[in-house]
């Protein structure tokens, strides 16, 4: 007696398993590179500084300062939530979270007359505040942190950034 096998159905198995492998073996590979591609990804905010035509230095993610005139040119903070706007600045320093600046304007008929303006952004409280008083300005800063802020010229900041990829408030995983 002979037992009756109908013809093709091992090799029906066999493609079926080969098939499921494939499946199983292509969504491994897939997870895997997904996986190392999230590892690899950085925010571009801290690592690129041009945006168009805009040299820009970044601050505390989403604000920074940013001119259209190359270094030379006036630089801004960009008041990220709208308050304010963007506010010219000379000088600018990052502490405590707290972003600062300030800018002054010489006068040509009367030299030592100068006025000044100074800037606060507190970017957790998405607040800001603008002063043309320095003492007031200390007042308003000291709620937030009691360092005394080392202002550096904005076109030095930017040239410090371009040159070393990072400046020094940036977060641990963007200094290298």
């Known amino acids: 007696m002979s037992i009756c096998r109908p013809m093709g159905l091992g090799i029906k198995l066999t493609k079926t398993r080969t098939m499921n492998f494939r499946i199983k073996f292509s969504t ?3 997870l895997i590179i997904a996986s190392q591609s999230c590892k690899d990804a950085v ?3 801290y690592t690129e500084p041009r945006e ?3 040299i ?3 601050l505390i ?3 920074f300062a940013g001119s259209t005139q190359r270094l030379e040119g006036p630089w801004f903070l960009f008041d990220c939530y709208g308050y304010m706007g963007s506010m010219e600045v000379n000088y600018i320093d990052v502490l405590d979270s707290v972003i600062v600046g300030f800018y002054y304007t010489k ?3 009367v030299p030592e007359k100068v006025d000044t303006t100074w800037h606060i952004i507190v970017p957790f409280d998405k ?3 603008q002063y043309n008083n320095e003492k007031e300005f200390y007042n308003k800063l000291n709620e937030f942190t009691y360092r005394k802020p080392n202002f550096v010229e904005a076109s030095n900041l930017w040239l410090e950034f371009k040159e070393k990829g990072y400046l020094e408030w940036f977060p641990k995983e963007y200094k290298h």
């Open 61 to 63: 993610h989403p604000c």
């Open 43 to 45: 925010d571009e905010f």
């Open 52 to 54: 168009f035509r805009l």
């Open 127 to 129: 607040t800001s505040y």
């Open 28 to 30: 491994l590979l897939l």
């Open 56 to 58: 820009r230095i970044p």
């Open 107 to 109: 006068w040509t008929v």
